[in-house]
């Protein structure tokens, strides 16, 4: 039971590089959402789906991309990195949304120096 | 803005004492979810209760809720070393977005 799968589990990049974040899930889940935690906060959605091609901004979405081309992947892009983007990102998923279990993987910390 | 917010921020009991804490929302909700985080990890859900619910326990968890005061309790009882982690509650108002409070950090002494 492999359940949800991030990688990198470390990265440290320059300000300005770009980079994807990947996350899947072999739960066959429709929703999938990711995440970011920064010390004394609490997770804020960055994008969500709902199912594969359809995709939703979230609380703290600039300068993230995301999309999603199979119900299995779900990955995440930085586009131009930032300090401010320094954080620890999780991935989720769930069977049908807000209202079910989510799943989490066991997240990224991204260092943008 | 946040949904849920967790009171305490942080919680320190000796082993074999109950733990409990809360979690106040401001909108109307579908259902409330605790998660529990180790350092370093993931969430891990815990428990869920839907708005007509009123009490629900897993285990040593007790969950409370009280839509009248957009408010929610989790209680640990008789708390174990392995409890030591970061608590959470979110909630679900029927959008596709949950939201999740700062947690409370609960440190259980040997």
């Known amino acids: 039971n492999a359940g949800v799968t991030q990688t990198p589990k470390f990265q440290v990049l320059k300000t300005g590089q770009s980079m994807t974040l990947q996350c899947a899930q072999d739960?066959?889940?429709?929703?999938m959402s990711w995440y970011r935690q920064d010390p004394g906060m609490g997770l804020r959605l960055i994008h969500y789906?709902?199912?594969?091609?359809?995709?939703d901004q979230g609380e703290v979405p600039n300068g993230y991309n995301v999309s999603r081309s199979t119900t299995e992947d779900f990955p995440l892009r930085l586009l131009s990195a930032a300090p401010s983007q320094t954080s620890v990102y999780f991935c989720?998923?769930?069977?049908?949304?807000?209202?079910?279990?989510?799943?989490f993987g066991a997240g990224t910390r991204l260092s943008v120096l | 803005s946040q949904q849920g917010e967790e009171d305490p921020q942080a919680l320190s009991i000796q082993e074999g004492e109950n733990a409990t804490m809360n979690c106040s929302y401001k909108t109307s909700i579908n259902n409330l979810q605790w998660y529990r985080q180790n350092s370093g990890r993931g969430l891990v859900h815990l428990i869920l209760i839907r708005s007509n619910e009123r009490e629900k326990h897993s285990g040593r968890l007790r969950v409370t809720l009280d839509t009248s005061k957009k408010s929610s309790s989790l209680l640990i009882t008789a708390s174990r070393a392995a409890d030591t982690a970061s608590y959470f509650c979110?909630?679900?108002?029927?959008?596709?977005?949950?939201?999740f409070g700062k947690g409370t950090k609960l440190s259980v002494i040997p």
């Open positions: 739960m066959n889940h429709e929703y």
């Open positions: 989720a998923s769930s069977y049908g949304g807000t209202g079910d279990i989510q799943y």
């Open positions: 789906s709902v199912g594969a091609g359809i995709t």
């Open positions: 979110s909630s679900g108002a029927g959008s596709y977005q949950l939201t």
